[in-house]
């Protein structure tokens, strides 16, 4: 049995809750349109722009011209632009960590713990998000979609975070809300793996990872009593 020396963490809701930033920034962006004169109703629109969300990717950023295309037949940049002013103040002023983050990702780092991030999320995106919660001093490795062009529960993007860490799969644990591909990919090369439950949007009833966690520095008391018990 190998001591724990790494922990790999996804990022959308693992360590920010990704989901409620979308829906408030979705929601003020509504409502910058209407300010600006476009004539919809908001709760519709909502439905409608998570729809478009949904068909064109999580990331995509053409969704307002798209939406504002189907209510009106053409882009008018008027709503456009109120309504990506209005999404961008949003989403920074509800980008957040889930409670305990910091002090998790502290603790693991004092005791010796390298720590990296990977994600689906294109890299630009993915870097805008962790330097705007003050957390990229603490990660050795971030690996995105665009280092490897491929997706969770591919082997690819584990491998590389693993190689550039210098660390064994069977001494890391990978964390993450998507069992598919997080806690799958990780167990195909051999690392265990930590459910963050508490970023869950699915309903995940069996997570089919070693740990289910409720708070994230769960993981520190998991990892003490592991390395404890060696």
């Known amino acids: 049995m190998n001591p724990i020396k790494g922990v790999i963490f996804d990022l959308d809701n693992t360590l920010l809750d990704f989901m409620k930033m979308k829906e408030f920034a979705v929601k003020a962006a509504i409502k910058g349109m209407i300010e600006a004169g476009l004539m919809v109703n908001e709760d519709d629109s909502y439905n ?10 999580w990331e995509n950023q053409k969704v307002f011209d798209v939406f504002i295309e189907k209510q009106i037949g053409h882009v008018e940049h008027k709503y456009l632009a109120a309504g990506i002013v209005a999404y961008r103040r949003a989403r920074e002023a509800n980008l957040m960590a889930y409670p305990n983050v910091n002090k998790t990702l502290m603790a693991l780092a004092k005791s010796g713990i390298k720590l990296g991030v990977v994600s689906d999320a294109p890299s630009r995106e993915a870097w805008m998000r962790i330097y705007y919660l003050n957390l990229y001093h603490f990660f050795d490795v971030v690996i995105t979609f665009d280092d490897t062009g491929e997706r969770k ?5 584990f491998k590389m975070s693993l190689n550039v860490l210098r660390l064994d799969p069977e001494e890391t644990i990978m964390v993450g809300d998507w069992p598919e ?23 995940t009833v069996n997570s ?16 003490n009593e592991y390395n404890g018990s060696m």
Not at 181 to 203: E, L, N, P, S
């Open 48 to 57: 409608e722009i998570v729809s478009i969300y949904e068909q064109l990717g």
């Open 153 to 157: 529960p591919s082997e690819k993007p």
């Open 181 to 203: 591909r997080d806690v799958v990919g990780a167990q195909k090369i051999g690392m265990k793996t930590a459910f963050a439950r508490y970023g869950d949007t699915f309903g």
């Open 208 to 223: 089919g990872a070693d740990w289910d966690l409720n708070d994230i520095y769960q993981l520190v008391m998991i990892i």
